[in-house]
């Protein structure tokens, strides 16, 4: 995005910036994000992150491919 300059605010998702916001919208969203917790996990240290996933329940298909009976079988 040419038109974005240091200090705008910007919708990125998987390192791309997307589009350019204004503050308003921006600072209402970082709020909302810290609101439901989103925001401190985004935030967090890699340590952190992996300490959280070491503790955190697994399933058998992350991706969600396996039906409700193999999860409930094998946990």
Known sequence: MPE????D???VHVGFALSKIDEE??????????AMG?????LESEEDAFARAAVAPQSACP??????????AVH
């Open 38 to 42: 989103v925001l401190d996990q985004e």
């Open 25 to 34: 919208t921006a600072l209402q969203t970082l709020e909302d994000f810290r």
């Open 9 to 11: 605010y910007t919708i």
């Open 63 to 72: 991706d969600g491919s396996c039906s409700v009976e193999v999860q409930k």
């Open 4 to 7: 974005v300059e240091v200090g």
